[in-house]
């Protein structure tokens, strides 16, 4: 198990206004999790200065944590209806998550179920799990924003807690994103390859040859959108491929995908 770590690395009225918040949303029972950078340094080792608060919540509970934070003191908004809430308080906030940013990993009751108990600004919090850490953490591979150092430092100071079979249940179709990552991951420690299970990678690849003489009917369909919202673009734009993140396939609307792609520009993550 990951050891207690040093406090978050923030400015004592950051803490402070972060404090209140966590106590109020323990004292309206409302559940959360706490994520982002607070999670990261218990589960990787890493401490990391940091500007914001994550939480997360099942989609049917945002709007009690936004009311919760809201007589907290804090300015509320839906920032993109699919994945994304925040909470301002002059330059500080926090941002409410409750799926991803392309439909995958929606903040379910399995989040909850295997959520880990821990104390943040010397409040009790439940931490995310570790596997949909990675899980969320795999996907994002934008041009200004990659999170593969992160799953791998994950992989690194977590495969002892890792629920390995659940972690490849949690990728489900998506399971080429897992095997990338702990390929890689034997990459960057040559000499810690064996903290991936051998029997997870060679089921993997298993599944990779046993597709390589299937024909696909998926021919015309772009799954990059769901690494990165801006550098697949020409491909459903211009190209004519569909995109794997709309509905019945993915889980974004039309409209919800137009909003993802329109703050592009505005820099919005």
Known sequence: MPESIAPLMTTPEKAALYR??????????????????????YYAGIARETKDFDIFVRPRDTARVLDVLGQAGFRTEIAFSHWLAK????DKFIDVIYSSGNGVA???DEWFAHAVDEAVLGVPVRLCPAEEMIWSKAFI????RYDGADVAHLLRHCSGLL????LVRRFGSHWRVLLAHVVLFGFIYPGERALVPSSLIKDLLNRVL????VPTRDSKVCQGTLLSRAQF?????????????????GALSEQQVAEWTAAIDKGQH
């Open 20 to 41: 209140r918040a966590l106590e109020m949303l323990n004292r309206s029972g409302v559940p959360y999790l706490v994520g982002g950078t607070y999670a990261f340094q």
């Open 163 to 166: 629920n390995w079979e659940r």
């Open 106 to 108: 929606e903040v379910d």
């Open 87 to 90: 909470a301002h308080h002059g």
């Open 233 to 249: 673009l020409a491909d459903v734009d211009d190209w004519g491929y569909e995109d794997a993140r709309l509905s019945p396939r």
């Open 210 to 213: 046993s597709e390589l003489d």
């Open 141 to 144: 591979m934008e041009r200004e």
